[in-house]
């Protein structure tokens, strides 16, 4: 029996961003971020970059961010990598 496409086809809006870090490291680069989200993590961490192209480096492990992000609202949906990972994250608009 087929899954009908209406129950395949979301009807949310969604903002996503992407983590990536060596699950090993103390820095972990951010991007995706809007203005207000940014502020809220360089004042979780006070610890960061902006010299990246597109996003920030904070003085964090991975880890952390994810789960910060997390009580920004976000969740992980999906994950890639070996030696260095790149966490996708969503969250509802």
């Known amino acids: 029996m087929e899954t009908p496409a209406s129950l395949l086809m979301s009807s949310g809006t969604y903002a996503y961003v992407a983590v990536k870090a060596s699950i090993h490291a103390a820095e972990s680069a951010v ?33 952390q961010v994810v789960n910060a992000l997390g009580q920004l609202g976000y969740r992980v949906i999906g994950t890639t990598g070996d030696s260095e990972t790149l966490w996708t994250m969503q969250r509802d608009i």
């Not at 993590?41 to 970059?49: A, G």
Request: proline fraction near 3%; avoid cysteine; charge should be neutral.
């Open 31 to 63: 991007f995706g971020l809007n203005e207000a989200e940014t502020v809220a993590l360089v004042k979780h961490f006070n610890n960061y970059k902006s010299d990246v192209i597109n996003g920030i480096v904070l003085k964090a492990t991975p880890i």
